[in-house]
């Protein structure tokens, strides 16, 4: 509960800020300028893929952890587990209740890394239910505690200074998370280390550190949060809301683009984005050819979004010419508010 009221906090300051710096408006853009004619990309999505909602639905398992009872009794695997289902509804992604796939959560409880050898690999009867899991271990959970003593020093006025005694606690908590994709079958398909501390400092007066277990509770939870928080943005541009470039038109001079996807998508006005093509690149060795993603531009959603389209900005005019029709667009998630804030200019 403490990490979702964490979250409403965080997001109700971020929007005040955003009121400050933006006037709280996405840009907005009349339709009745000229149709510009694209090219088409090197790699053109199909009729299909242009129409496919790319929505992922997702299920997040509670973290495991056999820690000391002050760790447990904290419910830092659900807290950890309720941030990250707070980020993942920030890009849209569908949240699919983990208490459905039950039997898939006890087939990666006993091969995290999907060892071949064993019976792990066999399909879960609920894997259907979504396109990938996220579970993960808490391998440390531990609060330190320092005592600076009472310091008296003159100045060379001769004035007498007192530095009170400090207690500094420093929570941390650190794990892996694993991310899997179920369609069409069973694959890790990333592993990621989270480790990031939380420090408090206060006044004692005791001559020495002294933590109730509900302090310990709390700072053990921060600790937590911290730990998601750290990792956020690589999660959140793995499922970020995906569509194409499908037309362009002249407004104010300037070139804006329509998207196949909108905010049935997950895509919101004001979204910071990149706009990428697809190079095919041939192998010198083996001739094999493979594909690699090239950004051209950044833009920004415009307030003109409907459920299935969306029209965008760019910040770089001269590098907008290069954009094609088939053009895949992705949300930008940045490690915090002030980068993506600053993505927007």
């Not at 320092?146 to 001769?158: A, F, I």
């Not at 001739?287 to 307030?303: D, L």
Request: charge should be neutral; charged fraction near 20%; include cysteine.
């Amino acid at each position: 509960m403490y990490a979702l009221q964490r979250r409403l906090f965080a997001s109700s300051f971020a929007l005040t800020l955003v009121c400050l710096f933006t006037a709280c408006a996405a840009p907005k853009v009349a339709l009745d300028g000229q149709v510009v004619p694209l090219q088409a990309a090197n790699v053109m999505p199909d009729s299909k893929t242009l129409r496919l909602n790319h929505t992922p639905r997702i299920t997040v398992f509670t973290l495991e952890d056999a820690h000391a009872a002050v760790a447990q009794e904290a419910a830092l695997g659900t807290t950890m587990q309720q941030e990250l289902i707070a980020y993942l509804q920030e890009t849209g992604a569908r949240i699919v209740d983990s208490g459905l796939l039950q039997d898939l959560a006890e087939q990666l409880r006993a091969n995290p890394a999907l060892q071949p050898e064993t019976s792990a690999l066999s399909p879960s009867s609920t894997q259907a239910l979504a396109d990938y899991a996220i579970s993960g271990t808490i391998r440390t959970a531990r609060i330190h505690s320092s005592l600076q003593e009472l310091y008296v020093w003159r100045d060379k006025q001769g004035k007498i200074h007192r530095n009170p005694a400090r207690c500094r606690f420093e929570a941390r908590v650190a794990g892996t998370l694993n991310i899997y994709s179920l369609q069409p079958t069973l694959q890790l398909v990333d592993s990621l280390n989270i480790d990031e501390p939380y420090t408090r400092s206060e006044e004692t007066r005791a001559g020495f550190c002294h933590l109730t277990n509900f302090e310990k509770r709390t700072l053990l939870n921060r600790a937590a949060s911290a730990a998601i928080q750290d990792v956020h943005s690589q999660i959140q541009n793995r499922f970020a809301p995906k569509a194409y470039v499908l037309e362009a038109r002249q407004h104010n001079g300037d070139l804006i683009f329509k998207l196949s996807h909108g905010a049935a998508s997950g895509f919101k006005p004001g979204d910071v984005l990149a706009i990428y093509s697809i190079e095919l690149i041939t192998d010198d060795a083996g001739g094999k050819v493979r594909r690699k993603e090239v950004e051209i531009v950044r833009g920004e959603i415009s307030s003109n979004i409907g459920p299935d389209f969306a029209w965008i900005v760019v910040n770089d005019q001269a590098a907008a010419q290069q954009v094609r029709q088939g053009d895949f667009v992705k949300v930008r998630y940045g490690s915090g508010f002030f980068e993506r804030l600053i993505d927007r200019f």
